[in-house]
């Protein structure tokens, strides 16, 4: 049950750490550093800003297995009020499992808290933590965004239906994003312009005109930015936060239709298009996305020492796999088959991830297979990693992942978890551990996880080409490509039996070429 005396015990550790959240990027992801080897493609303007800032934000992670997680995001214009999707999507398989909209005045923040028991049979549940920021539906449904201090509406599940794969413990791990639909001229506090939420609502364009609304709609800005705080109820000990990583110009013009239903605008896929001839904002901007988050190798420092009782553990989420599978299924292809994702991944009709029939990614969509095998099993996606310790020693022996049935390294959910160490003890209750990294004795180094070559043998290429074309180009026809998976990563640690700790993004490098 959620008790407003712990959440008073939180929010003191809130003030402690509100500052030592930092975001870290060795590139501006997606631009070229000027090289004359490589030639960014002139219309895109997207890319992952270093400093914090953008119109679309993508939270990498949120636990509620005994956990609580307090979530704010701001807008930091003082001129303009933001219109944005908030979705959040389970870690499994990246089914939605609650959307709503806010409007963000000039100004403004709004934060939420998601809170979670240890129950297998009861889902997560999102608390709104503000009382005045409007937010369409309205939690309460009295159209008064004041009284919204601590409503609660549970995350979504279901056991029939496209969404029969979500189960309520499903929804208490998983990631959201904020994606700016629409903006307006604005003034903070008192004079702000939207302050119902059905005044929110005709902004966004789902409720009828009226008393003056919507006013002038203009592009969101880049001056979304949002962090993330868990706190680990179950043990007493544990916060991990990190900053929510920012997408800058996802979107140059206003969302024409966003909407409520599952998976409706804005998506991932609904950011600028430059390699399309459709209209722009079309659901294929998804080769955009994935150029710009794209990592070739991912960096990992680990501390497991026996004797400070140290834990390290890996996440790394794929907050575009879904919507590059649901590309290349029934709709105009925006890259080859499932771009850099397995080829045999296809989304089943209980909206699972699942393994078509045939290597082309071809007949049916089946969710039978269970070898965790990128050459068997669609949803697996195949890594390679190295493990140093902190004299440059590489264990000679397997590096033991387990449990494992195949000598192949891979991960195979949308939110995937890694333990370092000797032991499968995760610093948070998880359901979505993929193996344990034994590391061969070894107390302190570092781990680098390869995601830039397909175990099938190919490279895994995310192409651009500003030309209009529809379908990946043969080899030397793209304008740009990144190699890698999509991805965004993150390093837990603690020491002391979890007392300290910490959450930072995962080091890595990027790889860009022309033809």
């Not at 930092?22 to 960014?40: C, E, K, P, R």
């Not at 997408?247 to 969302?255: D, E, H, M, Q, S």
């Amino acid at each position: 049950m959620f008790k407003k005396s712990f959440l008073t015990v939180l929010l003191v550790a809130i003030s402690i750490f509100a500052f030592s959240v930092v975001a870290q990027a060795d590139q501006i992801d997606g631009l070229t550093n000027g090289s004359a080897a490589v030639v960014q493609p002139a219309t895109l303007n997207l890319y992952v800003n270093p400093g914090g800032l953008g119109d679309a934000l993508i939270y990498g992670y949120f636990n509620a297995r005994n956990a609580y997680d307090f979530l704010r995001v701001i807008n930091t214009s003082l001129t303009t009020g933001i219109a944005a999707k908030v979705r959040f999507r389970e870690g499994h398989d990246s089914n939605e499992i609650l959307d709503f909209f806010i409007c963000l005045s000039a100004g403004d923040q709004w934060s939420a808290w998601i809170i979670g028991d240890g129950s297998t049979t009861s889902p997560g549940v999102l608390y709104w933590y503000d009382n005045d920021t409007p937010t369409y539906p309205d939690p309460q449904g009295n159209n008064d965004a004041t009284d919204n201090f601590l409503a609660g509406v549970a995350f979504h599940y279901s056991s029939t239906g496209a969404a029969a794969a979500v189960s309520a413990n499903d929804t208490k791990e998983g990631y959201f994003e904020i994606i700016g639909v629409s903006a307006w001229a604005d003034v903070p506090g008192a004079l702000k312009v939207v302050t119902t939420p059905n005044e929110c609502g005709q902004q966004l364009g789902l409720l009828a005109p009226g008393g003056g609304f919507p006013t002038a709609l203009i592009d969101v800005p880049n001056t979304m930015a949002g962090n993330t705080y868990i706190f680990n109820v179950e043990d007493g000990a544990g916060t991990y936060a990190y900053n929510a990583t920012p997408l800058a110009y996802c979107r140059t013009t206003v969302v024409a239709a966003p909407g409520l239903a599952t998976d409706d605008p804005p998506r991932l896929d609904n950011c600028d298009d430059i390699d399309q001839a459709g209209a722009d904002g079309a659901a294929t901007g998804i080769n955009e996305v994935n150029y710009v988050l794209a990592k070739s190798v991912e960096y990992f420092i680990y501390d497991i020492e026996t004797s400070l009782l140290g834990a390290t553990d890996i996440i790394e989420t794929f907050p575009t796999k879904r919507l590059t599978i649901n590309a290349s299924v029934g709709n105009v292809i925006p890259i080859a088959l499932n771009g850099p994702f397995n080829d045999r991944a296809c989304i089943a009709a209980d909206g699972s991830i699942g393994t078509s029939a045939n290597a082309d990614g071809t007949g049916a969509c089946s969710t039978t297979v269970t070898a965790r095998d990128e050459s068997t099993n669609g949803r697996c996606d195949y890594i390679a990693v190295t493990i140093f310790d902190d004299e440059e020693n590489s264990p000679t022996v397997t590096t033991g992942f387990s449990p494992g049935v195949t000598s192949t390294l891979v991960k195979c959910d949308e939110v995937n978890v890694i333990t370092v160490g000797d032991t499968a003890s995760p610093l948070l209750n998880t359901d979505l551990l993929q193996f344990n990294l034994a590391a061969g004795g070894f107390q302190l180094g570092w781990v680098s996880i390869n995601t830039s070559v397909d175990g099938l043998a190919a490279n895994r290429n995310n192409w651009l080409d500003t030309a209009g074309a529809i379908g990946q180009d043969a080899v030397g026809g793209a304008d740009a490509t990144a190699l890698g998976l999509p991805a965004i990563a993150y390093e837990l640690q603690g020491i002391m039996d979890g007392y300290w700790t910490h959450m930072l993004p995962a080091r890595y490098t990027t790889f860009i070429t022309n033809p």
